[in-house]
């Protein structure tokens, strides 16, 4: 029998010049599973899983990506899916 991984959401409002540092900040406790970021309209605008074990090389292209959106944005909210 396959037990399911329970999970919790959080989500955060942030202003889009701290987006980034917060995706990053959020990145390095560890135990995400996934960062879905919406506009101030609750419009999903990009989501990404995180997997055991990764690392920095391939999370460049989300952050570059999660950078330029930041500077295209002026509010948005970042729902965290945690492992517990």
Do not use: H
Request: contains cysteine; charged residues 30%.
């Amino acid at each position: 029998m396959v037990e399911a991984k329970k999970t919790k959401k959080q989500s955060y409002r942030v202003a889009g010049e701290k987006l980034l540092g917060k995706v990053k900040e959020l990145i390095k406790e560890g135990n995400i599973r996934r960062i879905i970021i919406k506009d101030k309209n609750g419009k999903e605008v990009i989501e990404f899983p995180l997997t055991i074990g990764v690392v920095g090389t391939v999370l460049a292209p989300v952050l570059a990506a999660v950078g330029a959106l930041a500077a295209l944005i002026t509010e948005c909210t970042i729902t965290v899916e945690r492992e517990e």
